[in-house]
């Protein structure tokens, strides 16, 4: 089993139709999908006392989402530099190499599945039946 703890960088094609169609599901915008193929994030994961961390940051910014096992927290889906989709996540953790955030944004819910290797991490990100799977490799 490999802990969540650490920092990814984005290995799959920002350009993916399916990432496309996901954050189009969601709610982004033309102009801001678009600045999003240009991006390779950088995922960090950490937790400390219970508290757990995931930052994202891209060329165009960064964003953290800080969030306890089982509590609702307000989240943002970024894709680009001007808009943000505002929602709501509950973050759970079914197994020691998976964390799974719940995701309503609109009225609407949705998943984010993280798996972890020890070489990295592959996350499944579904909302109205479009689904898109990310992969990154660990680097820390």
Not at 4 to 14: H, W
Not at 88 to 99: E, G, H, I, N, Q
Not at 117 to 138: E, I, N, P
């Amino acid at each position: 089993m490999s802990s969540p703890v650490g920092k990814y960088d984005l290995l799959s094609d920002p350009t993916d139709r399916a990432w496309d169609a996901f954050l189009s599901a969601v709610g982004v915008g033309d102009a801001d999908r678009e600045a999003g193929t240009m991006m390779k994030p950088t995922v960090e994961i950490a937790v400390t006392d219970g508290k757990w961390s995931l930052k994202s940051r891209s060329e165009m910014g960064s964003q953290e989402t800080v969030f306890t096992l089982g509590e609702k927290v307000p989240t943002r889906l970024d894709a680009g530099p001007t808009e943000g989709i505002g929602g709501t996540s509950v973050f759970t953790r079914p197994a020691d190499d998976k964390l799974v955030e719940s995701i309503t944004v609109g009225g609407q819910d949705g998943q984010i599945t993280r798996e972890f290797s020890a070489d990295g991490l592959t996350a499944t990100f579904s909302f109205q039946g479009k689904t898109a799977v990310r992969k990154y490799k660990r680097i820390a």
